[in-house]
């Protein structure tokens, strides 16, 4: 395997790429070079944290989904939660703002309201975005962590809290609508 | 060339054929590594999620013109190249137009906000994270040759088969170029730190270990 032999048996080991005959290799050659044990042991270290970081970095790929081509029937795939109320919302006050008396034109306004581009990928962000910037929406607090979990070298799973902090004006005595320091109404009933 | 493997040829066909549910499959299996491939060429002032929201669309609007189902994993590659060579054209005008939004020296790598529990674990933890920054801002600034194999092996389903698939390399070209791309990032590392070895171990301790022998 030449001169560069301990590293790529290093690099195999770390990758889980060895074969049994390379751990077999590998060992051999530890029990005359005890130091191969401890670069083996840092390589896998920093990988693993080397990893962690990439897996964060790459980690908003598991939110951005496709919208196939034509598929303006799958819109509504592409939104989820309050954004399509959002969208509904802006199609409702265009039709009943409009005053246009031919459907045809009320129709291709609200198709243009409606649907963006038909390939059009929406990802978590653009739809916290949205909501962040929502006029009842204060600002948001730091998150608070409920656990974590080792899963690897390098890589933990952490449950947490976000807490957005909202504003509502309500008619409904206090005593109704708040139980200690838990709101008891639903402010999006409040504010319909 | 070694032979391609690990290539879903029938979803890739149903996908190409216009199956919207196999075309919205074969971009979540391969996803996240074509976010890995625009980490390693990305310009640094454009976030990865942005661009990935641009494959995406390019992947649906073009997945027609693939013609040979193996060869679908170095088409995605290239329109994820072409797709950040776009930003970076539009990069270096808002650069020359004063409006870059990253005035850092180096690349947005992202910060996640650092959990707090007792203080030994924030410490340690902020000891991982900057190990992992640091470890993370070396291998952004390796040859593109050996950042873009590294980016991908980090990810755990991609084997070097898989990644001599994407790049089009030997699997040998593929293992060399990673064992290089550790070495330096060891180099780079024992040149910041003066002494490479004497790190904080995960565990919490010193490692107080002898100074390599490589």
């Known amino acids: 395997m030449g001169p560069d032999e301990s590293e790529t048996l290093i690099g195999r080991i770390v990758d889980n790429e060895a074969t049994g005959d390379d751990r077999r290799r590998f060992e051999q050659l530890a029990d005359s070079d005890t130091d191969l044990w401890r670069r083996l042991?840092?390589?896998?270290?920093?990988?693993?944290?080397?990893?962690?970081?990439?897996?964060?970095?790459?980690?908003?790929?598991?939110?951005?989904?496709?919208?196939?081509?034509?598929?303006?029937?799958?819109?509504?795939?592409?939104?989820?939660g309050w954004a399509a109320v959002l969208v509904l919302a802006a199609s409702w006050a265009l039709v009943a703002g409009t005053g246009d008396p031919t459907q045809r034109l009320t129709t291709s306004r609200l198709d243009r309201?409606?649907?963006?581009?038909p390939q059009q990928v929406l990802g978590p962000r653009d739809h916290l975005r949205e909501y962040l910037a929502s006029e009842f929406v204060v600002g948001e607090l730091d998150m608070i962590v409920l656990e974590t979990e080792p899963l690897e070298p390098g890589r933990h799973r952490v449950w947490y809290i976000r807490r957005i902090e909202e504003v509502i004006d309500i008619d409904t005595p206090l005593e109704a609508a708040i139980d200690g320091v838990k709101l008891t109404i639903d402010p999006a009933e409040v504010r319909h | 060339m070694g032979q391609r493997h690990s290539v879903d040829e029938p979803l890739i066909e149903r996908a190409r054929d216009g199956h919207s549910v196999a075309q919205q499959e074969l971009w979540r299996v391969h996803r996240r590594w074509v976010a890995a491939i625009i980490l390693a060429h990305r310009p640094r002032s454009v976030e990865v999620e942005d661009l990935l929201q641009d494959v995406a669309v390019k992947f649906i609007d073009k997945l027609h013109t693939l013609r040979e189902a193996p060869a679908f994993r170095p088409w995605l590659r290239q329109i994820a190249l072409n797709v950040c060579r776009g930003a970076a054209r539009s990069s270096r005008t808002t650069l020359r137009l004063g409006q870059c939004r990253d005035d850092g020296d180096g690349r947005d790598i992202g910060t996640v906000a650092e959990p707090a529990s007792d203080e030994a674990d924030v410490q340690l933890r902020a000891e991982q994270r900057d190990a992992a920054n640091r470890l993370m801002q070396q291998a952004l600034g390796l040859p593109l040759a050996y950042r873009e194999p590294l980016l991908l092996r980090c990810l755990r389903s991609m084997s070097y088969q898989q990644i001599s698939d994407v790049l089009e390399l030997p699997v040998t070209t593929v293992e060399t170029r990673l064992a290089r791309a550790r070495r330096m990032l060891r180099e780079?590392?024992?040149?910041?730190?003066?002494?490479?070895?004497?790190?904080?171990?995960?565990?919490?301790?010193?490692?107080?270990?002898?100074?390599?022998?490589?």
């Open chain 2, 188 to 214: 780079e590392l024992r040149q910041l730190d003066g002494s490479f070895d004497d790190r904080t171990d995960l565990n919490g301790g010193r490692t107080d270990v002898p100074s390599t022998t490589e």
């Open chain 1, 41 to 80: 042991a840092l390589d896998q270290i920093d990988m693993g944290l080397l990893a962690g970081r990439v897996r964060e970095a790459t980690a908003a790929a598991e939110w951005v989904d496709v919208t196939p081509a034509g598929g303006r029937r799958n819109l509504a795939l592409a939104f989820s």
């Open chain 1, 113 to 117: 309201a409606a649907a963006p581009e």
